[in-house]
Structures are given as structure tokens and as C-alpha cells.
């Protein structure tokens, strides 16, 4: 059925189901941490707080599974996931600040 000019249906999402949430989590981990170790960085459109949970989840998940510190930065568009920064040690012994500090 046509929609009168310039009015578009609400979209309506439906929630994941744990199982689904579950499944996602494993399976985007593995493609997060192979794009990070490939190409340094990921991104994906993430519109929805659910969206942005679930790719936070995932970060914490693939900075579990390469051991090295991951962040992610969402702007309510999009999410992207990439290496933190790494404490490098003996800087302090040097009198260099790390970038936390």
C-alpha cells in the first residue's frame, strides 16, 4: 500500500532473544578480532542503545581474547572498536608520564 508523499512506517525493531544475544556476541568477537588484527580498527552502524551494547560486549570480549586493551567509541550512529593504549613499562622509572596519568 502506497504511503502519502514524504511518510514512511515506523520501523519496528524486535529485541534479540538471549540465545540470539549470545550467539552475536561469539560470532561478531571473532570477526571484531580478526579486523583488528588485520586492519587495526572496526566499525559497524550501531543506531540503537541494544546495538551499542552488544558491540561494547563484543570489545570486551576480544580484548579477553587477544589480551591487549580494546575501547570503543559510539556517536548513536555508528560504534567503533579499536586498540587502547598500552602501558608501556619502565616509562614512569624515566620520569614519562603515561597517557592515563
Known amino acids: 500500500m502506497p504511503h ?45 542503545p541494544e546495538m551499542v551494547e552488544l558491540f561494547q560486549t563484543v570489545a570486551r570480549r576480544v580484548g579477553d581474547m587477544l589480551q591487549r586493551p580494546v575501547v570503543s567509541y559510539a556517536n548513536g550512529r555508528y560504534i567503533v572498536i579499536t586498540f587502547g593504549q598500552e602501558e608501556t613499562p619502565g616509562l614512569a622509572d624515566r620520569g614519562v608520564r603515561s597517557p592515563r596519568e
Open 4 to 48: 502519502p508523499l514524504g511518510t514512511r512506517p515506523a520501523v519496528r525493531r524486535t529485541p534479540l532473544t538471549a540465545d540470539e544475544k549470545a550467539r552475536s556476541e561469539a560470532n561478531f568477537a571473532q570477526l571484531v578480532a580478526q579486523m583488528l588484527v588485520t586492519e587495526g580498527r572496526f566499525r559497524v552502524s550501531a543506531d540503537t
